[in-house]
Every structure is written in structure tokens, then in C-alpha cells.
T-cell receptor, first 111, second 112 residues
Framework: QKEVEQNSGPLSVPEGAIASLNCTYSDRGSQSFFWYRQYSGKSPELIMSIYSNGDKEDGRFTAQLNKASQYVSLLIRDSQPSDSATYLCAVHSGGYQKVTFGTGTKLQVIP | GAGVSQSPRYKVAKRGQDVALRCDPISGHVSLFWYQQALGQGPEFLTYFQNEAQLDKSGLPSDRFFAERPEGSVSTLKIQRTQQEDSAVYLC??????????FGQGTRLTVV
């Protein structure tokens, strides 16, 4: 079982719709969770971090964390073509230095 | 500088050649990470520094890989006797803690 799992996609949504990206992780002791956006040929860019159960909103982005289910998600409201990218889920386990990344979900927003 | 700077941006090496990749982190950032990203994959952890101390090198794939950060600022990732499987993008990231990390543009290494 991979430590951090994401559906590779592509996930296609029409412009203006809500995009929902999901991630599961295996280490129940994980403490910190991140969403990165990576455009093709570019480096990952941190867009959201979440540390406790529940929702965290930042503009059009909402991160959701459920530690009991070992599940973290990212919602993008009013999706724009410029949101088309690969979204990487990353998890930090307490006591370890490394942050483990999933393989990413490719999002395509169709105009 | 304003962001994490990596050089060179692109490197072509002949198999068996040694390479050195440089990372200049954001000023004041204590934490520095190196990741390897193959095409279509997420970044894979290589090593972590807190200031000049290399606290975790569990991701280095072989003893051909070596990283240093002697003065707690600039870091160098060295790969000896490069192999074709070393071809990837090498990403450096820095942060104020060992969790949130801000990435540089990466170095694309191609071993021929």
C-alpha cells in the first residue's frame, strides 16, 4: 500500500464547477497535510495546509481533513481554466522529517 | 533572494560522470529538503537538513548520492558515477519548519 494515494485522473470539470480532489494516507500518526499545485514543467507550489479535523477555506479553495478516515480532500469552487494542473497531496508524519507526496491528480478545467 | 534558486536548470551528463546540483534557499529558512521527481510521479524525498545538520538521508537511493549544507545556507547534491536511472528533476525546497516547504524551479538531469 502506498503511503499517500491519489487518483491520477485526469479529472475533467467544466468552467465554473466545483472540482473535488481526494487523497488517502496510510500512517495514522500523520500530523500535517498539504496540497501543492504543479503546472506542467514547473515546480510544486504550496496552496493549502491543514493540521486539524474539519474544513479550512482560503478563497476558492477548501481543504477538508478527516483523520479517523485517513482522508484529506481539496475543493476548488468556480473552477477556472487556469486551475488546470496536477494537484499533489503531501503528508507529514510526526517524528519523521520527510513529507511524503502522492503521485498527483491531473485536473482539466474545460472552458 | 525572493525564492529558492537552483542551478543549473538543465544538466546533461554522460553515464559515469559526476554532477553537482546547487540549491540557494530562501534567506533565514532553517529547513532544506531535496526531492527527486520522475516524469508523471510525485516528488520522492531524498534528504533533509536543519541548518547544517543532515537529520534524515533515508531517501538517498544509493551511496552514489551525497548532499551537504556546510554553513546552513546553500546546499549541494552530488551524484557520482551517474546512471541512466538517475535522470529526473531534482527539486530543492526550504521552509521555516520541517513541514511547509517552498520549492525551487528544479534541475532537470538527463544522463545519456
Amino acid at each position: 500500500q502506498k503511503e499517500v494515494e491519489q487518483n491520477s485522473g485526469p479529472l475533467s470539470v467544466p468552467e465554473g464547477a466545483i472540482a473535488s480532489l481526494n487523497c488517502t494516507y496510510s500512517d495514522r500518526g500523520s500530523q500535517s497535510f498539504f496540497w501543492y499545485r504543479q503546472y506542467s514543467g514547473k515546480s510544486p507550489e504550496l496552496i493549502m495546509s491543514i493540521y486539524s479535523n474539519g474544513d479550512k477555506e482560503d478563497g476558492r479553495f477548501t481543504a477538508q481533513l478527516n483523520k479517523a478516515s485517513q482522508y484529506v480532500s481539496l475543493l476548488i469552487r468556480d473552477s477556472q481554466p487556469s486551475d488546470s494542473a496536477t494537484y499533489l497531496c503531501a503528508v507529514h508524519s510526526g517524528g519523521y522529517q520527510k513529507v511524503t507526496f502522492g503521485t498527483g491528480t491531473k485536473l482539466q478545467v474545460i472552458p | 533572494g525572493a525564492g529558492v534558486s537552483q542551478s543549473p536548470r538543465y544538466k546533461v551528463a554522460k553515464r559515469g560522470q559526476d554532477v553537482a546540483l546547487r540549491c540557494d534557499p530562501i534567506s533565514g529558512h532553517v529547513s532544506l529538503f531535496w526531492y527527486q521527481q520522475a516524469l508523471g510521479q510525485g516528488p520522492e524525498f531524498l534528504t533533509y537538513f536543519q541548518n547544517e545538520a543532515q537529520l534524515d538521508k533515508s531517501g538517498l537511493p544509493s551511496d552514489r548520492f551525497f548532499a551537504e549544507r556546510p554553513e546552513g545556507s546553500v546546499s549541494t547534491l552530488k551524484i557520482q558515477r551517474t546512471q541512466q536511472e538517475d535522470s529526473a528533476v531534482y527539486l530543492c525546497a526550504s521552509g521555516v519548519s520541517n513541514t511547509e516547504a517552498f520549492f525551487g524551479q528544479g534541475t532537470r538531469l538527463t544522463v545519456v
